[in-house]
């Protein structure tokens, strides 16, 4: 019987079933209860953001953003295609036009030299997303977007904690949006958040997030009645989601201090192999931190990479492909303008990840790596 290794753990801090606990006993369990305001006001104070609303994803984060920006049909929005669905779903909800562009050669981030064409007198926002935790470039696209009077929404559901010259990231967009679902780092089952950094915005975010009503303000005793104002929808998770988010949020640095010391042992003993030519190790900009939500590798072709898979799987570890290019996807390919994305294709075919997890330890890396130190690359 081999000792297997999944790709991911859920990661549990122990005070999780306590706080859900308090959260049903107390009797408020529906949204924006003591548990809801504790997080908002735990990510505003360490990060700066000018306002956070939690949401039941980041989905439903991206999909407020792409409400609060106006995107109508037609309106153009540029997207990586390497990158998950919600990405580009959130904004083809309200009738956009996905335009994407495709990732930089050495980093799955969209290259944000090759931006500036994409853009169109219809173009309506940008959408980098931080993959892995890992910065784009993020002072190009707000010069960009203040060129040409576009919104930037940062999708960072795999960057909280993490940093752009010194700015957290998520705090540098208009918008933006996380999610704590279980692969990510910080978890809470399902989960999100949207993080508001103009304050053009703040307003009607309140609104959208309580189904186009002024509820919030009726409850904070600032108007005395309330009622139907806009569109919106019901994005406010319960107080027992936001429960569990708490007691994750107590343990963050304890987690991101385990999961960087993981990644840097990976990557210390995984460099000789790299050296040889037979992947590639993960590209780190130096505007750029890294929060360790992800170790991946880049193999030089689909085939080595399946080898690669294959070989830790029948020693019973699992490491996964990603992203398939959503510009080549079943729904949008008939709509995609036809250029050709070869980066996001590479990382498509090529990128492979390794079991990245809290509870994963030194010995269980090291035996990943014999592995593949004994492959014949
Ligand atoms: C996980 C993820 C999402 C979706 O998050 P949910 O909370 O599951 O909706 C969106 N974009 C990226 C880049 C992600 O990694």
């Known amino acids: 019987m081999i000792n297997t290794i999944p790709f991911n753990k859920p990661y549990l801090s ?10 049903v006993l107390s009797g408020k369990i529906s949204g924006n209860g003591t ?55 959130a904004f083809i909800r309200q009738g956009a036009v996905i335009v994407f562009a495709d990732s930089c050669v050495d980093h799955p981030n969209l290259d944000v030299n090759k ?29 960009l977007a203040e060129k040409y009077n576009l919104l ?10 993490s940093y752009y010259k010194g700015r957290p990231l998520g705090s540098i967009g208009h ?43 009726f409850f904070r005793g600032e108007i005395n009645k309330y009622g139907w104002v806009d569109t919106g929808s019901s994005f406010l998770p319960s107080e027992v989601t936001s429960a569990f988010l708490y007691a994750q949020i107590e343990h963050l640095s304890n987690i991101q201090t385990r999961r960087t010391n993981l990644w840097e042992y990976y990557y210390r003993l995984l460099e000789p192999l790299a050296q040889k030519g037979f992947f590639a190790l993960p590209a780190l900009p130096d505007y750029a931190t890294n929060n360790a939500h992800m170790f991946y590798l880049t193999c030089k072709s689909i085939s080595v990479r399946q080898c690669l898979i294959d070989t830790l799987k029948s020693s019973g570890i699992l490491a996964v492909f990603h992203y398939l290019s959503l510009h080549k996807s079943e729904y949008y390919q008939s709509k995609h303008d036809g250029r050709l994305l070869p980066n996001s294709d590479f990382f498509s075919d090529c990128l492979v ?17 014999k592995i593949l130190n004994d492959i014949n690359f």
């Open 175 to 217: 918008l933006a949006a996380f999610s704590f679902h279980e692969t990510k780092n910080i978890i809470s089952g399902e989960g999100g958040m949207i993080a508001i950094n103009d304050p053009r915005f703040i307003h009607r975010a309140e609104i959208i997030w309580e189904k186009g009503t002024n509820r919030a303000e």
């Open 14 to 23: 122990g005070k999780e079933t306590d706080y859900i606990r308090e959260a």
């Open 35 to 89: 548990f809801t305001q504790k997080c908002h006001t735990f990510f505003e104070q360490k990060y700066g953001f000018l306002k956070v609303l939690l949401t039941t994803s980041c989905t439903d984060a991206l999909e407020m953003a792409a409400l609060l920006a106006n995107i109508e049909p037609g309106d153009e929005v540029i997207v990586p295609s390497y990158t998950f669905v919600s990405t580009a779903l």
């Open 115 to 143: 931006v500036e064409a994409l853009i169109t007198a219809k173009t309506k926002a940008i959408v980098p997303v931080h993959y892995a935790g890992i910065a784009c470039d993020m002072d190009q696209l707000m010069l």
């Open 353 to 369: 990840r390794l079991p990245m997890f809290y509870e994963l330890n030194y010995t269980e890396i090291d035996r990943i790596v």
């Open 152 to 161: 930037v929404i940062e999708d960072a559901a795999q960057a909280i904690d």
